[in-house]
């Protein structure tokens, strides 16, 4: 049932609505403005009327109709699907972060820009990159912000000949996407049979036009790319460009940076990599770094660090530096980066969120940096055993996995007709959400399972000994397989339709059509 | 070890089955040359009572003024329930809701703010959000170029906020998109709409209208959707959510002529959809025959986002019926399932990147999903009663401020046009020195205009509130008094 479908009229919720205009003079019911009439709206919008409580059972319940990783196993590929500790939650949402307007004075807003001054550190160190802005909102504005430097680059050093971005076939769909966004057409290349790039027709691909290459490493077929080295050269000679797609870097936090592998730019989704939450689609945040050639580019503000307080204005309370001498921080403006690609963002990104992957970063420490990479790779390598053993088709059984890996459905679909979608919605009913599912296109009924390091050695079993039933059960019932979900709020539902007859917004009088 | 559950005699029987003689061992393929040494610039893990102990101090840092600043971002009550459900780990730690079996509580969530949203704009469809106000004027730009197919030119009038226009300008001149800046009216405050006539016959895209506009002030909006409409281009509207509570919803915008909007002669989904759909609504006859924004777009920062320092906020965006497949972002349908019990699920997803790729309509894949269920369970609370009473209020609470400033000797207000909760005031001495003084008695007085519009003088951009009282008014006006003395 909709919120709307509960409203009851005239019903109101007293104890969130204003009482009346503070001021001297201001209308008592607060209602009545001096706005010329033609400029107000004549209908009333369409809101629940609702009690608090109405509104508190509804969205409660709805919450419990969701699978989270607070509540299951979600070995979702390339989405990183680790535990959000709570602690990195009640300390970004403290009182005074959450209070600071934006365009306050910047000596009020000390505490956090220290926070974001330290994480921009941290995610230098870890990426090997001279230079991080923590301004982009999201993985794919990470992207744009990246591609953009590239083409800045560029331009102010003349080279204007330079229209394409290589992509390989691999790619998240944001790559592509991006490419164009920023102005640049797309060459894409093909994967070898290793799951690594097509060197010929790399070599083939790259000219004078290149712009350059984005790739993940390790790459959505959860293998590092063995030759990163040689393709670094190949892109480098040509004048173009190493665009390094974060998506991956959990894989090998700590382990290889980026920078040394000869990455240009990165992006990293601290949504992913830094265990902020997903919230059933973002906020995410897509932090860039730069090498030394990009400094200027970087998108804005970023953060920087001064010996002396700021001058002035409200209150004084500076930092300490680590040696006790008095610090301050403030935003780069224009002025500071007159070539910088300029903002993506009306004020300074997601700081809420960048919060949260601080104290995610400083809660882990040096050390805990590397043991992400270490038990990402472990489970994922034992899960990847486990399920060869018990009989499934690893994509490539040949190579290590990285913190994910690739098995295809394929013999089981020519066996019994049960799919990938079939075994995906059938694990469900097990309690489990299913990864991945046909990404990447390269592998034929592919199922990309990321465990991430925070599931124990007990939930990587239960989860192959699901999978075994369920292909015990592709033999003996497929129909109970095909006609998975069976134990969800809604069975399978029809996208055709939903597509066709398109309903994106409640009305009063069409609820009956599908009740 | 911090979030990592494994004991050592799991990691020995893992091992054992991978056939790896330890974890070192799994990252053999990579070269060795590549691999990194000790992280330097992160110090030794700290525990939670550590890290809090770190994290209130930093807090306790960013002493709170009493704030005044609006330009963008709202200072409002947001009730104890709101974060409280939203945090809840089933609505915070879900994924996109790819797997819609498993995922209809985000869903039904996302399906309600649409049809909140769209309602509060008075628009036919939604999606679920982009990142914040700003990107999402970018977007709309993009999005009013692809369906206007001929022109590369849109309108964007100076009392849009300085902000977003930088944002505007850093996204879509990579697709040589030109922004042409239309000049405002310095005796109202709104856009000039003499200036606006010199581009009568020349070839434009879109042109965006701010409601309220930077300024505060009130744009005649109705002139300036059939302005555009009547050039074959597109209103965009660029509106606070809000404020819609009482003002015209962007739908609703300019005079009953549907011929002369672009969206409504192109192809026959208007038609499908308005017959299919609309017409099942009696209520929905008159929006039916007035053309309107034909895109309305803001930040929803207003219902329910804490104003944390910029952000995370949402963007979000709503549409004419025939617009919808150039619609950028995810977008929720309500469908039926195998039993025919209804049930919802993304739609439309191929617009998107991870299945058009380089021909999406737009890069982005997260949204700011989160933001959007605390804005639908804030609506949801405060139903549309509570939020004409905090619009009023504000505006209230915004004009006693004004009145009470004027008395102030030298300080006037600057524009005549009627404002929503913004006003601009003009000091008789410097702005920049005048905030600086103000927030040394521990109020944060304003938006200092003079770097963005030096044209103004001495002119901050003044915000109260329903978060405001009597008593905090007349702070501000003794500080300004005596920043001023």
């Known amino acids: 049932m909709l919120i709307f479908e509960r409203s009851h009229p005239g019903r109101r919720n007293a104890a969130q609505a204003p009482h009346h205009a503070a001021a001297a003079g201001g209308p008592s019911t607060g209602l009545r403005t001096g706005i010329p009439a033609a400029l107000l709206r004549q209908d009333r919008p369409q809101l629940p009327e609702a009690s608090e409580m109405d509104a508190v059972r509804h969205y409660t319940r709805l919450s419990q109709k969701n699978f989270s990783i607070d509540t299951h196993f979600y070995p979702l590929g390339s989405c990183t699907m680790k535990y959000n500790p709570r602690a990195c939650n009640t300390l970004a949402m403290l009182p005074n972060f959450l209070a600071r307007h934006p365009l306050a004075p910047e000596a009020t807003g000390q505490g956090v820009l220290a926070c974001l001054y330290d994480l921009q550190e941290i995610l230098k160190d870890v990426s090997g990159m001279a230079g991080v802005s923590l301004m982009p909102m999201a993985g794919a504005q990470g992207e744009f912000a990246g591609i953009a430097m590239i083409r800045a680059y560029h331009d102010a050093r003349g080279d204007k000949g330079r229209s394409e971005i290589i992509v390989p076939d691999a790619a998240h769909g944001t790559n ?12 894409e290349i093909p994967t070898d049979a290793n799951g690594d790039v097509d060197l010929d027709a790399l070599r083939a691909a790259t000219g004078p036009q290149t712009a350059g290459l984005m790739l993940t490493n390790p790459s959505t077929l959860g293998v590092f790319e063995k030759q990163i080295q040689a393709i670094q050269k190949i892109i480098h000679d040509a004048g173009g460009l190493l665009y390094y797609d974060g998506a991956n870097l959990n894989a090998i936090l700590g382990k290889v940076k980026p920078g040394d592998m000869g990455f240009d730019v990165i992006h990293m989704n601290l949504h992913k990599t830094f265990s902020t939450p997903h919230g059933g689609g973002g906020p995410g945040a897509g932090a860039v770094g730069v090498a030394q050639r990009l400094l200027p580019f970087l998108p804005l503000p970023v953060v920087e660090k001064f010996p002396s307080p700021p001058a002035g204005e409200g209150a004084q309370r500076a930092g300490e530096g680590a040696s006790g001498e008095a610090v301050s921080y403030r935003y780069l403006t224009e002025q500071d980066l007159p070539q910088s690609i300029g903002h993506l963002s009306a004020f300074s990104g997601n700081i809420g969120i960048l919060l949260r992957a601080y104290v995610y970063a400083r809660m882990l420490g040096a050390e805990g940096m590397h043991r992400v990479a270490e038990f990402a790779t ?28 690739i098995v295809s459905m394929k013999p089981l679909k020519d066996a019994t007709g049960i799919s990938a979608m079939d075994v995906a919605k059938r694990l469900l009913d097990k309690g489990y959400h299913p990864p991945t599912t046909y990404f990447p296109t390269l592998v034929p009924e592919c199922l990309l399972i990321e465990p991430t390091e925070t599931e124990s050695k007990k939930t990587l079993d239960a989860f192959v000994a699901a999978m075994k039933e369920i292909r015990d059960e592709a033999h003996a019932t497929p129909e109970l397989v095909k006609g998975a979900p069976h134990t969800m709020p809604v069975r399978r539902l029809d996208d055709v339709k939903a597509a066709r007859e398109l309903d994106l917004t409640w009305k009063p009088t069409a609820n009956t059509r599908t009740a | 070890m911090p979030f990592i559950p494994h004991t050592e005699q799991d990691i020995q029987a893992m091992l054992a089955s991978i056939g790896a003689k330890n974890i070192d061992a799994l990252f053999d393929e990579i070269p060795a040359v590549l691999r990194s040494g000790k992280l330097t610039a992160i110090g030794d893990g700290l525990n939670e009572m550590q890290v809090t102990r770190l994290m209130q101090e930093r807090a306790a840092q960013d002493v709170q003024p009493l704030n005044f600043i609006g330009a963008g971002a709202y200072e409002h009550h947001i009730p104890a329930a709101v974060w409280e459900i939203a945090t809840r780990g089933e609505y915070y730690t879900a994924y996109t809701p790819y797997q819609a079996e498993a995922s209809q509580g985000t869903l039904q969530t996302l399906y309600e703010y649409q049809t909140m949203i769209a309602s509060l704009t008075g628009m036919d469809a939604s999606n679920a959000s982009l990142y914040d106000g700003a990107s999402a004027l970018a977007e709309a730009i993009l999005m009013a170029v692809r369906a206007h197919k001929t022109s590369r030119r849109v309108l964007l009038p100076a009392t849009v ?10 996204i879509v001149k990579l697709q040589n998109i030109e922004l042409v800046e239309i000049p405002f009216d310095i005796a109202t405050g709104t856009t000039d709409l003499n200036a606006l006539q010199q581009h009568v016959g020349s070839d434009i895209a879109a042109l965006v209208i701010p409601q309220p506009n930077f300024f505060g002030a009130l744009e005649d909006v109705d002139t300036l959707a059939d302005w555009a409409h009547a050039q074959g281009a597109l209103a965009i509207a660029l509106v606070n959510p809000l404020t819609l509570a009482l003002l015209k919803a962007p739908g609703q915008w300019g005079s009953p002529s549907p011929q002369s909007s672009p969206a409504s002669g192109r192809g026959s989904e208007r038609e499908v959809g308005q017959a299919g759909i609309l017409s099942q609504d009696k209520n929905s006859q008159n929006q039916f025959s007035i053309p309107g924004a034909d895109i309305a777009i803001g930040d929803g920062q207003p219902l329910g986002a804490p104003l944390s320092s910029g952000g995370p906020y ?24 195998l039993d025919g019990k209804p049930g919802f699920t993304l739609t439309l997803q191929a617009r998107e990147q991870h299945i058009r790729r380089a021909k999406a309509t737009s890069n982005i894949c997260s949204n700011q999903g989160l933001m959007v269920t605390a804005a639908t369970i804030h609506m949801a609370l405060l139903g549309s009663d509570g939020l004409r009473r905090t619009a009023a209020v504000s505006h209230a609470n915004t004009q006693a401020l004004a009145v009470q400033a004027s008395g102030v000797p030298g300080v006037k207000r600057l524009f005549s046009a009627p404002h929503f909760h913004e006003v601009v005031l003009h000091l008789p001495g410097s702005s920049a020195k005048v905030l600086q003084s103000m927030a040394g008695q521990g109020i944060a007085g304003g938006f200092d205009l003079k770097p963005h519009y030096p044209q103004l003088g001495n002119a901050i951009l003044v915000c109260a509130t329903e978060t405001k009282t ?12 005596h920043a001023l003395h």
């Open chain 1, 176 to 187: 592509p996407a991006t490419a164009v966004m920023c102005g640049y057409t797309v060459k």
């Open chain 1, 378 to 405: 472990l489970n994922a390598n034992y899960l990847m055993a486990e399920l060869h053993k018990a009989g499934f088709t690893v994509a490539f059984p040949q190579r290590r996995a990285s913190h994910e890996f």
């Open chain 2, 161 to 170: 906020s300085p902000l977003y226009r930088s944002v505007a300008r850093s």
């Open chain 2, 314 to 337: 949402f963007g979000f965006m709503c549409c004419k019926q025939a617009l919808v497949r150039q619609m950028p972002g995810r977008i929720i349908g309500r469908t039926v399932d």
């Open chain 2, 470 to 481: 009597n008593e905090d008014l007349q702070r501000y006006v003794a500080a300004l008094r």
